[in-house]
């Protein structure tokens, strides 16, 4: 049996190695980016370990995979339907960087409320001077908006707590019973939007998420309000964040994601009141290694016949 690493950015495979040796499975690594690429490389593999690369139905047609593992929780890289057609697993790894999600969030949002990133380069200019950051307002009793409520939103509304903020949440998919018993409120899109002084962004990224984070949004939200966004690029209209920034019509915003990544126009990130991170919200060094095992080992288990552990689809 044979495993083929689509592509990567680690410096080396040394866990996958480790565990496929165990496993007595070939593992391979490219660095395919294109479904013609993932193709030609998956010629002759059991299995896929992805993490960026695209993974459509030319690929599914082409092979005899039987899985499909996805280093991370987003899987719209892959395309899930196909997989499911063809009879393969989709694997992901859902629970593995809550607490670094969650925290980055926070990290993002805190350093927007105060300035953080502003006074640090003045500082460094040489200039010491609290006013350059005028106005910063208290952060406990304000109101923060949570768009989707998985597990890292939930960890967050943990985290809330400790700063006294009130919390509303929206999604969908949530009944307002589970939203109150983590002690939120459940709201309509367009509440939470008029409600929140921040607004974190945990969506996954589908076509009804696909910018709805646009220009109509940023009218509906207060002019001091602050975005948050580490959850996937897309859920967000970079075009029209960066005109309600530009245009006073939202405060600030903290960006951890991008539709593009690296991003070609850097425009954003030239802003006063934008706070920006190169996607390493799921980042630590215990993430890193829980990640790559996780989803090495379901991949293995599923070659041998165990039961998926983190499926992402359901195969008759």
């Not at 949530?174 to 002690?183: I, M």
Request: charged share 30%; hydrophobic share 40%; net charge negative.
């Amino acid at each position: 049996m044979k495993v083929v690493v689509t592509d990567y950015d680690f410096p080396d495979l040394s866990i996958e190695r480790e565990l496929a040796e165990e496993a007595g499975v070939e593992l391979e690594a490219a660095q395919a980016k294109s479904p013609d690429e993932v193709a030609a490389a998956a010629e002759g593999a059991d299995a896929l370990l992805v993490q960026y690369a695209r993974v459509d139905e030319s690929v599914f047609e082409s092979t005899d995979l039987r899985a499909v593992g996805r280093y991370g929780i987003g899987v719209d890289s892959v395309d899930v339907e196909a997989a499911t057609e063809h009879g393969v697993s989709v694997l992901n790894v859902p629970a593995y960087c809550i607490d670094e999600v969650s925290t980055h969030a926070f990290s993002l949002l805190l350093a927007c409320v105060r300035n953080v990133a502003r006074y640090d380069r003045e500082i460094r200019d040489g200039t010491w001077d609290w006013t350059v950051g005028k106005p910063i307002r208290r952060f406990a009793g304000r109101t923060l908006g949570l768009a989707g409520f998985g597990k890292i939103p939930r960890a967050v509304t943990e985290k809330a707590r400790a700063f006294d903020l009130d919390v509303v949440v929206y999604d969908p998919y949530v009944d307002a019973e589970d939203v109150e018993s983590h002690g939120a409120e459940k709201v309509e899109f367009e509440e939470l939007l008029e409600r929140s002084d921040f607004v974190s962004v945990h969506a996954p990224l589908t076509e009804e998420t696909e910018r709805m984070f646009d220009a109509d949004a940023f009218d509906a939200m207060d002019d001091a309000a602050i975005l948050v966004n580490t959850a996937r690029g897309s859920v967000v209209d970079v075009d029209d964040l960066y005109d309600a920034l530009t245009g006073g019509r939202i405060g600030g915003a903290g960006i951890d994601v991008m539709p593009t990544e690296p991003p070609e126009d850097r425009s954003l990130f030239e802003l006063e009141n934008v706070v920006a991170t190169p996607h390493v919200s799921w980042y630590s060094e215990d993430s890193y290694e829980e990640l790559r095992r996780t989803v090495t080992s379901d991949v293995l288990g599923v070659l041998h016949g165990d039961e998926p552990q983190n499926p992402v689809n359901e195969l008759d």
